[in-house]
Nanobody, 115 residues
Framework: QVQLVESGGGLVQPGGSLRLSCAVS????????MDWYRQTPGKPRGLVAR???????NYAESVKGRFTISRENAKNTVYLQMNSLKPEDTAVYYC?????????WGQGTQVTVSS
């Protein structure tokens, strides 16, 4: 069983920044894709950013140029640096990985962007 624990969410003003962290209970060295998703009430969970084991990244169009995903294998941790935050970034953010055909999710961390 793999556990993912997100942290770093909170309330921030428009234009502000937050850094989310996802601590994984096992080594992520062999995990290919590590992802961040987000969800708002009444909508499906959507992919925000992905990073491969080789460091390649891709992003949802709505966050390109503002968000940066990174991973630190030695600490079994994935990060999401979020800059220039907008009210429409308000959501619960979830960390995700797939290991041996099983999906694992964290409990989510709330990000609220409001003045």
């Amino acid at each position: 069983q793999v556990q993912l624990v997100e942290s770093g969410g909170g309330l921030v003003q428009p234009g502000g920044s937050l850094r989310l962290s996802c601590a994984v209970s096992r080594s992520i060295f062999s995990i290919n894709d590590m992802d961040w998703y987000r969800q708002t009430p009444g909508k499906p969970r959507g992919l925000v950013a992905r990073i491969t084991s080789g460091g390649r990244t891709n992003y949802a169009e709505s966050v390109k140029g503002r968000f940066t995903i990174s991973r630190e294998n030695a600490k079994n941790t994935v990060y999401l640096q979020m800059n220039s935050l907008k009210p429409e970034d308000t959501a619960v953010y979830y960390c995700h990985l797939n290991d041996r055909r099983t999906d694992y999710w964290g409990q989510g961390t709330q990000v609220t962007v409001s003045s």
